[in-house]
């Protein structure tokens, strides 16, 4: 079974910062991907940031040199630190690992089976 454990999560006022700290326990898939996604409102979940197994980073435009994805691979654990937040980040925040792996399938989100409850992130004027 795979555990995903979100924490870090919070209120702060628009360019302030926060980091989110995840630990993902019980899948190797982890070493092909780990991922991001927020979900505001009812609203589709959107990915964030992903870091792959050569540890590449992705990020969506709207975070792209705020956010930084990182992996501590001795505590096996995933962060995102993010700076200067604004209130359109406002978002459940949800730490992700894949289930199944093929190639090229970590840009999609449907690869990502092992999620974890979600962090508040609230980011206030």
């Known amino acids: 079974q795979v555990y995903v454990t979100e924490s870090g999560g919070g209120s702060v006022q628009a360019g302030g910062s926060l980091t989110l700290s995840c630990e993902i326990l019980g899948t190797t898939f982890t070493r092909y991907c780990m991922g991001w996604f927020r979900r505001v409102g009812g609203k589709e979940r959107e990915g964030v940031a992903r870091?792959?197994?050569?540890?590449?980073?992705f990020y969506v435009d709207s975070v792209q040199g705020r956010f930084t994805i990182s992996h501590d691979n001795a505590k096996n654990t995933l962060s995102l630190q993010m700076s200067d937040l604004k209130p359109e980040d406002t978002a459940v925040y949800y730490c992700?690992?894949?289930?199944?792996?093929?190639?090229?399938?970590?840009?999609?989100?449907?690869?990502?089976?092992?999620w974890g409850q979600g962090t508040q992130v609230t980011v206030s004027n």
């Open positions: 870091i792959e197994k050569d540890a590449r980073t």
């Open positions: 992700a690992a894949p289930i199944k792996v093929a190639t090229g399938s970590c840009k999609l989100i449907s690869t990502f089976g092992a």
